[in-house]
């Protein structure tokens, strides 16, 4: 097992997006192989938080490659992305659904992850991080999910990436 490093994540995360697919989520010892994510690409982007401003909480976004953003959905669901690209370049990856759980929030629940997280780092932290197997699998692209608000033209960008079925 390879846990990815710092040189993973520090690219757009149109790159990143896609690779991190078939990769396994590790969070206290317990491990996920992701079949879904999403790319959100900056300010321009309507859909990524970044696109409202620099704010208290999109503060995280603007962070190193490999910092873990979580945030509450809908005051219920927790949601983890990780940031990919530069540091102020407001871009990340939502690490969408794994195989055993379908969706952002039915993921972060079965393996624990809360807000606590929040800023730590995929590459340095002992408590959760994301691993290379050697698994390879066939990914396809769809349109992103839960983004009425973003403009036609992002609602209508090909930034899901899943494993092909």
């Avoid at 976004?61 to 407001?90: E, Q």
Wanted: glycine letters at 10%; aromatic letters at 8%; charged letters at 30%.
């Amino acid at each position: 097992m390879n846990k990815l490093g710092y040189d993973f994540y520090h690219r757009h995360a149109l790159e990143v997006a896609p690779e991190l697919v078939g990769k396994v989520l590790v969070h206290k010892g317990q491990r996920l192989r992701i079949s879904e994510t999403e790319a959100y690409c900056g300010v321009s982007d309507t859909a990524c938080h970044a696109s409202k401003g620099r704010t208290k909480r999109t503060e995280v976004l603007y962070a190193d490659a490999g910092t873990i953003y979580i945030y509450l959905c809908y005051g219920v669901h927790w949601l983890m992305n990780v940031i990919t690209g530069d540091v102020d370049d407001p871009q990340g990856v939502l690490i969408r659904a794994c195989v055993d759980a379908e969706g952002p929030g039915k993921l972060t629940k079965k393996l624990g992850i809360t807000g606590q997280l929040n800023r730590d780092s995929a590459v340095t932290s002992g408590e959760l991080w994301i691993e290379d197997d050697g698994f390879r699998c066939e990914v396809e692209t769809d349109k992103r999910v839960g983004i009425g608000y973003a403009s036609r033209e992002d609602q209508d960008r090909l930034w899901r990436f899943k494993i092909k079925r």
